[in-house]
């Protein structure tokens, strides 16, 4: 069963992503961390020349058809060509990574020097977590912000610090909510979902520090 799947909420990630990609219309796009090819499949039809970066070999096969090239391999040891990628997109990525700032710093090697750079990143300081801190729990999850596979952990300010440390200016920040579609998974497009959804997108908008599970960076280099 895929570890990823498309959330139809305007506001989770890919959503947001793909709707700033086809707002910018820049290309060569890359897109770091493909998994099954959600954002090439948002994107299809958009006339954009789009390439991936996906080490799960499985997931690189399913994701290859909604792209121009694959590459197989992680971010680190992979060898991308010098494209001058006009669009570099990190979705959920640079958390899995032991040293973010090397991985921004190689991307920029092979992007424009006016790229545009769309990441995303958990956010450790959503109300969930602190909830359970206050428990005494911190527990590792199958996904989401303590997924287990993370090795950074990271709040809005240490998010922006690392940004900055690799050399990027932040020119906007979004926040997501948590996927309602996966703790309700029947309630999708019912009135109380719906409820729910819109309640959610106003605390996010109210307080994103809070109830913002993740933020979405785009940012230029410096």
Not at 12 to 21: D, M, Y
Not at 66 to 94: M, S, W
Not at 191 to 208: E, G, K
Request: glycine share 6%; proline share 6%.
């Amino acid at each position: 069963m895929p570890h990823y799947r498309l959330h139809r909420d305007p506001r989770s990630s890919h959503q947001q992503i793909s709707q700033r990609v086809r707002q910018l219309a820049l290309s060569p796009v890359l897109d770091v961390g493909a998994a099954q090819g959600m954002l090439g499949q948002l994107l299809a039809g958009s006339g954009l020349a789009i390439d991936a970066v996906e080490p799960n070999p499985q997931w690189a096969e399913i994701c290859r058809p909604f792209y121009r090239n694959v590459l197989v391999g992680t971010i680190e040891e992979t060898t991308v060509p010098t494209e001058r990628y006009k669009v570099i997109v990190c979705a959920d990525v640079l958390e899995h990574t032991p040293d973010p700032v090397s991985v921004l710093k190689k991307l920029q090697a092979v992007a424009a020097p006016d790229a545009v750079y769309l990441i995303s990143l958990p956010n450790v300081a959503h109300l969930a977590v602190r909830l359970m801190l206050l428990a005494g729990q911190f527990p590792k999850m199958d996904r989401g912000i303590l997924d287990r596979t993370h090795l950074q952990f990271l709040t809005r300010d240490t998010a922006e610090q690392m940004l900055h440390s690799a050399g990027l200016s932040i020119r906007q920040v979004t926040a997501t909510g948590i996927p309602l579609d996966e703790l309700w998974k029947t309630g999708e497009g019912t009135a109380m979902f719906n409820l729910l959804q819109n309640t959610q997108h106003a605390l996010i908008d109210l307080m994103p520090r809070l109830f913002g599970m993740q933020f979405i960076f785009e940012c230029g280099s410096t």
